[in-house]
């Protein structure tokens, strides 16, 4: 899939709130923002797309998104001769505060072959160059999230990972003790216990899932841990966020699950197999069973 560059130049555009949309990729995990290019041939959802700063005073490598939908719209034809523009929603995941971009001098040495100053808006890029930024992104870009499992986003082909949004709700150690003591430590989805499974180590151990969309956040929204998060395995949790822009709701992923033929229940330690095996000796088989003697008449 075609990865293209997205130019935003500060002195043209000076309207968009950019650290507002950086600080709400550090606690939500993304922002979505509309885009306008000329031509969309080539672009599609899901291809990567990074922010190039073009500016009198500040110039370079800004960020990475994912182009959530591309569509053909009226407006002014610019840059490419005929080409009709098109409205991109982008899905911004990975974001450098401004003064911190990935200056010129930095990427003129690591990507020579880039003519960085003349790159168009919406350009796609040469796989070999996209595949440099990401080693160089990885490096020099923004650190991971503290306390994830999950690269960061960007430095790795769109094939090769699922994309899971973790917000800062999730990791919040308070709120998720707080969901857990109302609802334990299984799946809300499925069922799934890793300390049944696992033993000891899975003690304690499962994700907790914000069920409240990101468009639904303001300055004035508090958390509640106990209806606004549900505990899901790991499985369950990558579900509710992949493919979807807005986060599937426990009831979504609970049909799902009985769509494709699962049975939601629960396993059994050793210790509750032999109890109840134990139990059945006792009470011997079953009326009705093959080799149980029929009652006596009276």
């Known amino acids: 899939m075609t990865a293209i560059f997205l130019v935003w130049n500060q002195d043209r555009e000076d309207d968009w709130n950019y650290t507002s949309l950086v600080e709400q ?19 599609a959802a ?84 996209e595949a440099r930024i990401r080693d160089l992104w ?18 790795y082909p769109s094939w090769a990972v699922s994309t899971v949004v973790v917000n800062r709700y999730e990791r919040d150690p308070e709120a998720r003790r707080a969901c857990i003591a109302h609802y334990g430590t299984s799946c809300a989805a499925c069922g799934f216990s890793f300390e049944i499974v696992y033993g000891e180590a899975g003690r304690d151990f499962i994700d907790v899932h914000h ?17 606004d998060l549900v505990p899901l395995c790991a499985n369950c949790h990558a579900m509710a966020h992949i493919g979807v822009s807005t986060p599937r709701a426990l009831s979504e992923l609970r049909q799902m699950l009985a769509s ?12 509750e197999v032999e109890s109840q095996n134990e139990a059945l000796r006792i009470l011997g088989p079953a009326r009705g069973d093959p080799g149980h003697p029929p009652a006596p008449e009276r």
């Open 25 to 43: 990729v550090q606690e939500t995990g993304q922002s979505h923002k509309e885009w306008r290019v000329a031509g969309a041939a080539g672009i």
């Open 260 to 271: 494709a033929g699962f049975m939601r229940g629960q396993t059994l330690r050793p210790a």
């Open 46 to 129: 899901g291809s990567d797309a990074w922010l190039l700063l073009r500016g009198k005073y500040w110039r370079g490598l800004l960020g990475h998104g994912v182009v959530i939908s591309a569509e053909p719209c009226a407006g002014p034809r610019s840059e490419v001769a005929g080409a009709p523009s098109s409205r991109l929603i982008v899905a911004f995941d990975s974001l450098l505060p401004l003064g911190d971009q990935l200056g010129p001098e930095l990427l003129s040495v690591n990507l020579p072959a880039v003519l960085w100053d003349d790159l168009r808006n919406g350009q796609a890029m040469d796989p070999a160059a």
């Open 138 to 155: 990885r490096l020099e870009g923004p650190a991971p999230i503290p306390e994830t499992t999950f690269p960061l986003p960007g430095s």
């Open 211 to 227: 069920t409240v969309p990101v468009s639904m956040l303001d300055s004035n929204y508090l958390l509640d841990p106990v209806t």
